[in-house]
């Protein structure tokens, strides 16, 4: 870059556009799609290698990310993994129905802005749906 | 090839030649992601507990620990070819691009192996 003039004009960006739903859908994508990536992998990891660790370095797992009887940090921590766990959950969910979204617009169909704007909102209430199922079966069963 | 602006040094270079690799690689993992994810919270719902005993028995059955093992494959290069996206959106410096390009090349295939040890771990070992 150290070549190219610095005081160009830039076209419009973030800021001069209206949000709507394409735009929101669009970012959220990305938002949820490296969340996943780097603390749903991440938890993965640990929860899988604590189970292969045995049932002291699970009771760890557990403590720290659900149960937190040590009181103190771990309070704290067990509280964040219960927001983390739900998190992820609308994540997967909001990251899957948006997915399925980009995979009909690889077809070429669903650019009409009008069914554009109804199919990005669709997965908005696709991802809140279906997490608050997910967690009312695990909850209320 | 021009330089100045910054189309000039593009313009006449071509396709990498590399992006239709990487959008399909990607559409498929996403595909496999389609079923093994949704297999994952499932299974989890459905246990009776979450103590050890329970998941353990769980991911030592060849079923889970195939869709484990396939998460850490599947999954893990799903991630990696989305993080690298996203890198290369707003990493702009040379030193960063060159961190960038080793991290994304290590760190999902470290974190796969050590997820498919685990399995293998869980799976094999003695109960």
């Not at chain 1, 394409?22 to 189970?51: E, K, Q």
């Not at chain 2, 910054?6 to 071509?14: A, H, M, N, Q």
């Not at chain 2, 079923?35 to 459905?46: E, N």
């Amino acid at each position: 870059m150290a070549q190219a003039p610095t005081k160009r004009p830039l076209s419009p960006h973030l800021e001069i556009w209206r949000w709507g739903p394409a735009m929101l859908v669009s970012i959220l994508h990305r938002i949820t799609g490296n969340g996943l990536a780097f603390v749903g992998l991440g938890l993965l990891l640990w929860w899988v290698s604590a189970i292969a660790g045995g049932p002291a370095s699970y009771q760890t797992f557990l403590d720290w990310v659900w149960r937190g009887p040590a009181g103190g940090l771990q309070t704290f921590t067990a509280l964040l993994g219960k927001v983390v766990l739900v998190g992820l959950t609308w994540s997967f969910f909001q990251h899957m129905a948006t997915g399925i979204r980009h995979f009909i617009l690889d077809i070429g169909s669903g650019y009409e802005l009008e069914a554009n704007a109804r199919w990005s909102s669709l997965t908005i209430l696709f991802s809140v749906t279906a997490t608050s199922v997910f967690w009312a079966f695990v909850i209320f069963r | 090839m021009g330089n100045g602006t910054s189309i000039g040094r593009v313009r006449g270079l071509g396709s990498s030649h590399h992006g239709t690799h990487h959008f399909l690689s990607s559409r498929l993992t996403a595909v496999g992601n389609l079923v093994l994810i949704p297999f994952l919270m499932i299974s989890l719902a459905l246990m009776p507990t979450h103590d050890y005993a329970t998941v353990h028995a769980w991911a030592s059955k060849p079923l889970p620990a195939t869709a484990l093992i396939l998460i850490m494959i599947n999954t893990f290069q799903h991630a990696r070819l989305g993080v690298q996206v996203m890198l290369e959106d707003y990493i702009h410096e040379e030193g960063g691009k060159v961190m960038a390009w080793l991290l994304i090349n290590i760190l999902p295939l470290a974190g796969a192996a050590f997820g498919i040890v685990s399995v293998v771990r869980i799976a094999l070992g003695k109960a």
